[in-house]
């Protein structure tokens, strides 16, 4: 079958494509028509995050059976237009959560030790030792929005920091066994207790701007957030207000809502460090979810081929 990879993969997750016979195209960049041109007769589709499939694209693409994301959320996918049209959506939500909660450690460990500022310092010659006295994570409270696999993983090094860990995530039923330890409660709950507040979840419209103005009047004043999930799930506006007034300490970005995001205002203040969506950009990540999204989409066109 016919397989167009329009994102960047690792080459060992294409050669696995190619290995189970299919014709693979690699073009990235596409949009719109250009996608919908490039997907004509095309069975597969593999993406990371900057392909957009949109329902027009999905409508316009009759022998499209299946899209795979090498990575975690579907955000760039219309999922209901694809049922609708017969398409199966995949995606590799644990291929990259240990690189994305050790990202999220480092941006506590940057914000806590001034990091960047006194790298910074020293390239310009200037040794300012004084001026940096930092914050132990150890006995600090972390609050985690979002209990799934990066959630989890992300726990698990806190804790190794000695960190305390509470956690919300309502989608969760049944707390996952083996951590016990870390204390389960609602984000109302959570917000007022924490010295660092991380999100781990998708964007979706429960979680659009799930940490707003309301959420930071109820946050101690010193805390810090940490955003290495979805752009769109914290209201950068507020957060600027927040950050600027001295109601929230510090935060650490690596998503945005716009992406890439301009020259916000929050790049303006001090207290702010920003990376171009990194979290996944680890050789071990790329190549778990290349090979990851190379096998499913060997099996969902396997089983479509047998079907025919």
């Known amino acids: 079958m016919k397989v167009l990879v329009s ?3 690792d080459p060992e997750a294409v050669e696995r494509v190619r290995a189970a016979g299919h014709e693979v195209t690699e073009k990235t960049g596409l949009k719109g028509a250009e996608l919908i041109a490039a997907l004509d007769g095309v069975h597969g589709l593999m993406i990371r995050g900057a392909t957009k499939v949109t329902a027009d694209v999905l409508r316009a693409a009759n022998s499209l059976k299946v899209v795979v994301r090498a990575g975690t959320g579907l955000d760039n996918v219309d999922r209901v237009t694809a049922k609708e049209c017969g398409v199966e959506v995949r995606n590799t939500p644990a291929a990259n959560a240990v690189s ?3 990202l999220t450690l480092g941006m506590m460990l940057a914000l806590e030790r001034h ?3 006194a790298a910074n310092d020293m390239r310009a010659g200037r040794w300012e030792k004084k001026k940096y006295m930092g914050r132990e994570l150890a006995g600090r409270r972390l609050g985690l929005v979002g209990f799934g696999r990066i959630g989890r ?4 090094r806190a804790r190794a920091f000695g960190m305390e860990v509470t956690a919300c995530d309502p989608l969760i039923e049944n707390w996952p066994a083996g951590f016990e330890w870390a204390k389960r409660a609602t984000l109302d709950e959570m917000l007022p207790e924490v010295d660092v507040l991380s999100l781990h979840v998708p964007l979706t419209d429960s979680t659009r701007n799930i940490i707003d103005a309301k959420a930071f ?3 101690k004043p010193d805390a810090l957030l940490v955003n290495c999930s979805r752009g769109g799930t914290v209201d950068e506006g507020a957060l600027y ?4 007034s001295g109601r929230l300490r510090g935060a650490a970005l690596d998503v945005f809502a716009t992406e890439p995001p301009g020259a916000l205002e929050l790049f303006q203040l001090e207290n ?3 990376t171009p969506h990194i979290g996944a950009s680890t050789d071990a990540a790329q190549n778990r979810a290349g090979t990851e999204a190379a096998d499913i989409l060997n099996e ?3 089983r479509a081929g047998a079907k025919a």
Not at 153 to 156: D, F, V, W
Not at 241 to 244: G, M, N, S, V, Y
């Open 115 to 117: 990091l960047v500022p």
């Open 153 to 156: 993983e992300t726990a698990l």
């Open 217 to 219: 009047a109820r946050m």
């Open 272 to 274: 702010v460090i920003a």
């Open 241 to 244: 207000e927040a950050l600027k």
């Open 7 to 9: 994102d960047p993969l």
């Open 100 to 102: 994305v909660a050790e």
């Open 300 to 302: 969902v066109l396997a």
